[in-house]
């Protein structure tokens, strides 16, 4: 954003703001997608987004920007929510895991397409590329089917059978299928949804597991890793392209390795191997860091912090959709709205400070009098604060993965 003359507070708050715009697109999201259904939630969605996109494009300034990246942040926080939740309520239960792990890997496929072009035109350009795939998406709302179980619950019973119809052919049996769904929502449309329900006792398993993990997750840094990906490996020594090229081409294999593990494996196995491998590629890049700055090895220090940090970031990526498949699979639908938009605004909250305060840690250095005898050591407690990070995220993790979750087996075959 050189263009802009953007300090780092600027780029540091712009980074940020995905996640800001995020929590209140979270926290409203669940409400108004049980009022409105899911496909005029994913409307107001598509809006949020092209907004966002045209005031970067057209911004002559850093409040231009800030708005834009914040109207992006609302869609993004409704899109995060909205998702694994829509997708779980359409799929069939015993292909239900890689379905919701093709989310995450169409979305990985974006992020990738977007790493490629981004390194070849100007981010202007690239935004309004943007803008494309929202519009494409927003005009086919038309065909896309409204979700049996928020028609169940809403008592629109032809509605129902008509759409679960269309979703497993002409020729399929969904009397079963339908008479399933109505049983699991039957006794919730008795009374209105109330936000203090799902701190019930009976729920509190549930939203232990689902809110934890979403709230913990993105201690490991892995958004900001995303965000601030070029200046790592510039401050490395690491070569911008060959890192950013790196990481769009070997993500997509790797995401869809984990969308097909999720139904194979169990979503436990998964997060687990997930985050051991982020941490063990966490502290490997913040040794490197370490050793650069006593000397040792400053010749690898470029390859080998961008190996470690694509470690960390293939990692993240292969269990990074379990928390959100959790959410759509053990969340029931009376307290969905409101468990699913305390849980991904917390996610926000969480990711917006930690992409905030990264990129100051990432550019501070000592006073001038001592920078010349310690001049690495700003970016040694950057990557080292995000170590810490991850071992914080990962510890407490472990605890609620093994602990709350393999008493939770008893209860929820999801989860083996």
Aim: charged letters at 15%.
């Amino acid at each position: 954003m050189e263009d802009l003359n953007l300090s780092i507070a600027q780029f540091s708050l712009f980074g940020s703001l995905l996640n800001f715009g995020g929590m209140f697109g979270a926290i409203s999201s669940g409400k108004i997608a049980d009022l409105m259904g899911r496909k005029l939630t994913m409307l107001l969605m598509d809006v949020s987004l092209i907004i966002g996109w045209s005031a970067i494009i057209f911004a002559q300034s850093a409040l231009w920007l800030q708005l834009g990246r914040f109207s992006l942040g609302y869609g993004f926080g409704i899109l995060t929510f909205l998702l694994p939740v829509y997708v779980a309520e359409i799929s069939p239960k015993n292909i239900r895991g890689r379905f919701s792990g093709a989310v995450a890997l169409m979305v990985n496929i974006g992020v990738s397409v977007m790493f490629f072009i981004g390194n070849l035109i100007a981010w202007r350009t690239l935004a309004v590329i943007g803008v494309l795939p929202i519009l494409i998406h927003a005009l086919g709302l038309v065909f896309v089917p409204e979700s049996p179980r928020w028609l169940a619950n809403t008592g629109r019973e032809r509605q129902l059978e008509d759409t679960l119809q269309r979703l497993r052919g002409v020729n399929a049996d969904i009397t079963e299928e339908a008479t399933e769904i109505r049983d699991s929502t039957t006794h919730h449309q008795l009374s209105e949804p109330r936000f203090m329900e799902m701190f019930e006792k009976k729920y509190a398993r549930s939203l232990i597991v689902v809110i934890g993990t979403l709230i913990l997750l993105p201690l490991g840094g892995g958004q900001a890793l995303v965000f601030y990906a070029s200046l790592i490996f510039k401050k490395a020594g690491a070569s911008v392209i060959t890192g950013t090229t790196a990481y769009a081409i070997i993500q997509i294999p790797v995401c869809a390795m984990g969308a097909l593990l999720l139904d194979r494996t169990g979503r436990r196995a998964v997060l687990l191997v997930s985050l051991i491998s982020a941490c063990l590629g966490s502290f490997l890049a913040a040794l490197t860091f370490v050793l650069q700055d006593l000397n040792q090895w400053k010749e690898l220090t470029g390859t080998l912090v961008l190996i470690f940090v694509l470690v960390t970031l293939f990692s993240l990526a292969v269990g990074g959709s379990v928390p959100w498949v959790l959410m759509g699979e053990m969340l029931p639908i009376n307290i969905k709205g409101f468990a699913g938009s305390l849980g991904t605004f917390s996610s926000m909250f969480v990711g917006w400070i930690v992409n905030y305060v990264f990129n100051f840690l990432l550019e501070w250095s000592p006073s001038d009098d001592s920078r010349n005898k310690r001049k690495n050591i700003g970016r040694d407690r950057s990557v080292n604060a995000h170590l810490n990070l991850c071992i914080n995220s990962e510890g407490i993790i472990f605890c609620i993965i093994y602990v709350a979750v393999s008493y939770l087996l008893e209860n929820f075959y999801i989860m083996s």
